[in-house]
């Protein structure tokens, strides 16, 4: 097989195609979450919302859990 022909086959693959079958996605209420997510802001937010937190007496993790339960 041509190295060309080889990129097509692992592309294949990796895409999902051929004999492999995937399984449907759990629903996403039906999915196991960790507690955990990254979100990425920029230096001067984070800045803000330190400040705030501490101003506040808690810490920079509770301030934002408490704003996002208010969701």
């Known amino acids: 097989m041509s190295s060309t022909g080889d990129c097509r086959a692992r592309r294949g693959r990796h895409l999902g195609h051929g004999r492999q079958r995937r399984n449907a996605p759990k629903p996403i209420a039906d999915r196991h979450y960790s507690g955990r997510f990254q979100v990425r ?6 800045r803000r919302l330190a400040i705030r937190a501490a101003e506040a007496n808690v810490s920079l993790n509770r301030m934002v859990n408490d704003q996002l339960a208010k969701c």
């Open 41 to 46: 802001i920029t230096p001067e937010l984070h």
